[in-house]
């Protein structure tokens, strides 16, 4: 298995199993926080695995989405892994989407928040994507995730509380004009 596959740093599971035919599930999610120099990754299972650069070498996992969540989907890698006093200024965090939820969990996989977005309606309304604002000052806490559904509805969540602090109607809305600036 290593001739074909040198190099399995995204996998949690024992040699053993893999031994007896058991693989790790496939990948949902990457994404790559360039601060902190980690590679997250997201299985269809819902586990969120962080690895060093450039080795690889797993640095955390954590079970982000449970079943009912289905799969990670995204990945929002975030720079400020210390907001709500839960520890230093510097270190690095990601904010996680599934179909209906969305977890904010530090590098280390400690989970600091998770709000169920869409789950009034996760069959015909799930989670299709993100966006973060970071707080442009080196060391400030805090910032906004932005998240957006099959309608037009965008949710907006302070990443430093974990609380939802809007969810707007953008039906009709356009994000750039043609000379790409934002109105």
Do not use: Q
């Amino acid at each position: 298995m290593e001739d074909i596959y040198p190099l399995r740093a995204a996998s949690t599971l024992p040699r053993s199993r893999e031994a007896a035919g058991i693989f790790p599930p496939a990948l949902s999610a990457v994404a790559f926080d360039a601060v902190e120099e980690l590679l997250y990754a997201a299985g269809v299972d819902g586990r969120v695995t962080a690895m060093h650069a450039p080795s690889l070498e797993r640095f955390s996992a954590v079970h982000a989405h449970g079943d009912a969540h289905g799969g990670a989907h995204a990945i929002l890698p975030h720079r400020d892994g210390g907001v709500g006093g839960y520890g230093g200024a510097f270190g690095g965090a990601h904010v996680s989407l599934s179909a209906e939820r969305a977890t904010f969990h530090s590098s280390g996989g400690v989970m600091r928040w998770g709000v169920d977005v869409a789950a009034d309606d996760p069959t015909n309304d799930p989670v299709t994507c993100g966006a973060i604002d970071a707080p442009h000052a080196l060391g400030s806490a805090g910032g906004r995730a932005f998240i957006g559904r099959v309608s037009p509805t965008m949710t907006t969540i302070d990443i430093a509380t974990g609380k939802i602090s809007a969810t707007d109607d953008v039906s009709g809305a356009r994000c750039a004009r043609r000379d790409r600036s934002i109105h």
